[in-house]
């Protein structure tokens, strides 16, 4: 099954189920029961990994709003690599 989208002029944008390959170019609303057409848009994206997905809805969130900086922001602590740990300390 793959997630079309569509868009009705009165009551916006709306999904559907469908197998692949069925989707029309024109359905009708669920709402109004009106004629709506079919939009292209992005995929899911829920089977990038976690980082991925946060920095994406960062990009996202900022887009129209984006954060106000008021210092530098600090340096990001890199994890330190789990071999480390059985090396003889000084
Ligand atoms: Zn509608």
Redesign the pocket.
């Known amino acids: 099954m793959a997630t079309y989208e569509y868009d009705?002029r009165?009551?916006g944008r709306f999904e559907v189920k469908l197998p692949m390959g069925r989707a029309t170019g024109t359905r009708n609303?669920p709402?109004?029961h009106?004629s709506?057409h079919r939009v292209f848009s992005a995929p899911h994206l829920s089977a990038l990994p976690a980082p991925v997905r946060a920095a994406r809805a960062r990009e996202e969130r900022s887009r129209d709003e984006p954060d106000v900086v008021t210092a530098v922001p600090p340096k990001p602590r890199r994890a330190a690599h789990p071999a480390s740990s059985r090396l003889p300390r000084p």
Do not use: H, L, T, V
């Open positions: 009705c009165e009551c609303c709402g109004c009106r709506a």
